[in-house]
């Protein structure tokens, strides 16, 4: 027996060595190889990287393996799956907060690791098959991630019997013919698994913005039916000829894209209540007076100093005003983007003329705005609500693009243990991931004052996320979350609240 213990011990100081170790440099000289070998170089390049994505399948699988739902709370306390949160399971067996945790680990967002997760489970149970061929790098990454997508929702049984009638062939395919091939015989054989994935992509469907690569410019994207993508673009397209034949000499392309914003922002003859717009333009002074180009954001989207300042002339210079019926709110950052202060106008109209209470020279240097003042109440005041939303404008866990409508307004150090209700202590959470926070093992967060969030998983990986306009500027950003379900109460409003959650950080409740 200690004989075996202490093999053990070996073979786990091996393992531990091994993964510390950097990864290898297995490139050649690109300059001395020839043409062919340069070719034959691209192919070995392709089989590797599928061996890689069968290798990362397997560790995915093991560490779902090492989080079964047994970590999950019990189904009669706070925080188990029931109602809208008891969404279908992404992996059966597996707790409800695993996609969060590997997406950490994989520093990605939620959606791409559970994608990743599901695909990495449909190797396992529905194409054992593909999975031996991309492990042997026989079969691309892409290929098989197609034969994955097309076969998850359908039966076990059923996925292999069509993956044994295109396999053999699926390297002689594109991508685009191997779908159609597969889905051809899946519709043959099982249509009500097409049919579950149209609902299920119909229920993720959202609405998202993201930057441009233009400055100053952003794409609006919507996921819908493909009829209803159909129709509504043929209308908008419609209307930009018409205005092209009457004489409008733009690009066809510009008049779509105005013509479209147009119909969302002004729609006519519809017969519902007005819409208005409530617009957060944030900008460090010393680009506002011309003496620097920090670039700023309208509702964090980046945009160049220069186009802050005519975005501020257009609304009316020294006279701003909001949007028609909307809000216009100022947010006031330092250099590095650190946000100092909100205000609206009036009260940033108040604060100029008032100036400095102590030296009534004006040109002091002592900030007359300041973020807002803690309270001794467990729910934020109104002024740190807005302090909240603008520095965060997002969900703060680790590449969690949900929008701060749909996010709670949550203690970093909980309030029943001390914790400050204190701009430099509240961060914006999706409820989802403020679920996480409070009820799932092992997670750990720390914040600092400047509003910089560390969030460590139980399995170690710790990711650092900055308020959006502060620099160094985050990378990209991944592609947002779902929305979260509208009217659930957040985690310590929970009825059965008035008992000690199951389980807690540092041994306090949420």
Known sequence: MGRMRGQQAVEELLVDWSVAQPLPDRR???????????????????????????YEAELVLGLADDTPDTLDPPADQPGARRGSWAPEPEL?????????????????????????????????QHLPATWAALAAGVLDEARAKVLADVLGLTSPALARQIEAQVLAEATDLSTGR?????????????????????????????????????EGMATL?????????AEAFDLIDQLARMAKADGDD???????????????????????????????????????????ATPGSVNGLPITAGHVRELLARLGALGLRAPEGGSLTCALTDADG???????LEQLARAARRGCPDHRTGDCGCPVLDRPPPTEAHDPTEAQHAFLTTRDRACRFPNCGQRTGWADRDHVIPHACGGATDCANLCCLCRSHHRLKTHARGWRFVMDPDGTLHVTTPSGVT????????????????????????????????????????????????
């Open 250 to 292: 733009r690009p066809i392309g510009q008049i779509r894209a105005e013509v479209c914003s147009l119909l969302l922002r002004r729609p006519a003859d519809h017969g519902l209540p007005g819409v208005t717009a409530n617009v957060t333009v944030t900008a460090a002074l010393d680009a506002l007076e011309g003496t620097a």
């Open 463 to 510: 990711r650092t996320t900055r308020p959006p306009g502060m620099r160094p500027p985050p990378g990209p950003a991944p592609a947002p979350d779902p929305p979260e379900p509208a009217g659930d109460p957040p985690p310590h409003a929970s009825p059965s609240d008035d008992d000690p959650p199951p389980f807690s950080y540092g041994g306090c409740p949420f």
């Open 178 to 214: 191997l779908k159609a091939k597969a889905l051809a015989l899946l519709l043959k054989l099982d249509a009500d698994a097409v049919d579950a994935r149209r609902k299920d992509a119909k229920r993720q469907a959202d609405v998202r913005t993201y930057p441009s690569q233009l």
């Open 338 to 344: 650190r946000l100092l202060a909100t205000a609206t």
């Open 221 to 229: 994207a919507a996921e819908l039916p493909a009829d209803e993508a």
């Open 92 to 124: 059966p067996g597996v707790a409800q907060f695993f996609s969060a945790e590997l997406a950490v680990v994989l520093n990605c967002g939620r959606r791409s690791a559970a994608n990743l997760a599901q695909r990495a489970w449909t190797y396992r």
């Open 28 to 54: 050649l000289p690109v300059s001395l190889l020839t043409r062919e070998q340069k070719a034959a170089e691209l192919q070995r390049v392709q089989a590797r990287r599928a061996m890689d994505a069968a």
